[in-house]
């Protein structure tokens, strides 16, 4: 039976949860990412649902007295609705060889399942209070990381014809600058092919970056070059 004194409190909950919900995923959506706009007030409006029913669901037991088997909790269901948001935040990750990419879009949507579930249980200020330090966060705080330097580490591989395979001379361009530093050096021989291939583990900071083009400018400049590849790398 519908109750039209709780219909007009929860329709606005819900519209409340898509709200904030779509104003972080709008931010999430601008960056790139699959989870955006919708997914996000999708999510919200969701977990808003669940809140909800785990708060009404007591209603539809009321009457039962003491003495009955049946044992509600409230909590379970938005217990279940965090647990449950784990399996979309890891989709929404990608990880590389040196890099984990998706996991501020992952917090994003944990965090909106949050919002959602206290939106549906009446704590509105502190909704509202958590979205802005969200949006806040994601609007502002990302140039603040250029503040602080982060290690990058790549595979630079070189190959050779016949035996010319200068290796000092590689490691006097790439060393000639103080953001770069050598790790580990592999030799791979190919007889038949008559190629020498280098895969040179390096690591810089996110300064060093910008000289990339300039060490391959370089290093193709050698004699009998044939291969220059560069990629990221495992994090040790």
Aim: glycine share 10%; aromatic share 8%.
């Amino acid at each position: 039976m519908l109750d039209f004194n709780t219909i007009a409190p929860d329709t606005g909950k819900l519209l409340l949860a898509a709200v904030v919900g779509g104003a972080i995923g709008f931010e999430r959506e601008a960056h790139g990412q699959a989870a955006g706009f919708r997914t996000y007030i999708i999510v919200g409006v969701g977990s808003c649902l669940m809140m909800l029913l785990s708060l009404h669901i007591e209603e539809l037991y009321r009457q039962l007295s003491d003495q009955s088997t049946v044992r509600l909790d409230p909590g379970r269901i938005a217990s279940y609705a965090i647990a449950s948001m784990g399996f979309l935040g890891a989709g929404a990750i990608i990880k590389g060889k040196g890099s984990v990419r998706g996991l501020t879009t992952a917090a994003g949507l944990w965090v909106v399942t949050g919002i959602g579930l206290s939106i549906g249980a009446g704590q509105i200020a502190a909704s509202l209070i958590t979205t802005t330090i969200i949006l806040l966060v994601l609007y502002f705080a990302h140039p603040l990381r250029a503040l602080s330097h982060r290690r990058i580490y790549t595979v630079l591989t070189i190959q050779f014809l016949e035996m010319a395979a200068p290796l000092e001379k590689i490691k006097e361009i790439v060393l000639g600058y103080p953001s770069f530093s050598i790790q580990l050096i592999n030799f791979e021989q190919d007889t038949p092919a008559k190629t020498i291939t280098f895969r040179i583990r390096l690591f810089c900071d996110d300064v060093g970056e910008k000289y990339w083009p300039e060490i391959v400018k370089r290093l193709a400049e050698l004699e009998q070059v044939t291969v220059i590849k560069w990629e990221e790398s495992d994090v040790p």
